[in-house]
């Protein structure tokens, strides 16, 4: 694929379109091993190298990140309701990136980072059916009465009840529960839904991808290999 030199330093690091064409003027950006000081210059994202101040920069098309959020953290790309998860991801070029749905400031668990819009786009799709599991512990034990309305679709105050989930007994006071939507505060509202509230919850998988096989700690992050990738599209 062939694009402008300045647009892709300024996607690919963390400079804006002006720096990346002041950097290129004063010389820092070497392409093929020549020094290249023209921003319209047609880069070849398949076979070009480019260096910028002595670090050679990586093309590729998309970037997709796995955390594992601990609480306390806003899912969001801005700070204007707490510190957001995106200051997790210190030293990566982070601009064009963005959380794949929402965990709550409480939430921990698995959340996936990305700037590719299309798949964010497929596996939060109601009508695709992809699937998160939650590990829910709840303020008071819940019933098998109470497991099967959730099962079935509650009410939770929106104009339809929720859809089909999952819902499976660890203890007297917790489940792990998997459900295909994402409505705002789900978890929370669905156990409200049945008198009962939400104390803990932590996002155990999304799609194919399972937070325990990714081998992160609560606050720690990395990419997704190839495979995994792959995995996730499956979903």
Known sequence: MLVRLDKWLSEKSSLTRSEAKDALKKGKVLVNGQTAKDPSLKLN????????????????????????????????????????????LKGEVTKNLFP??????????????????????????????????????????????????????????DDTPTKEAEVTRIDGKIINLSITEGRFHQVKRMLEAVDNKVVYLKRLSFGNLVLEDLGINPGEYRKLNSSEIDILKRS
């Open 100 to 157: 794949v749905g929402r965990l709550d400031k409480d939430t921990e668990g698995l959340l996936l980072i990305t700037d590719d819009g299309e798949l964010a786009h497929r596996l939060l799709s109601p009508k695709k059916h992809v699937k998160k599991t939650y590990y829910v512990e709840c303020q008071k034990s819940i019933s098998d009465f109470d497991m099967d309305i959730l099962r079935n679709g509650v009410d939770i105050g």
């Open 45 to 88: 994202t398949d076979s070009d190298e480019v260096i910028l101040d002595g670090n050679k920069l990586i093309y590729e098309k998309n970037v997709y990140f796995v955390l594992n959020k601990p609480a306390g953290f806003v899912t969001s790309t801005s700070d204007s309701d707490g510190v957001n998860v995106m200051s997790l």
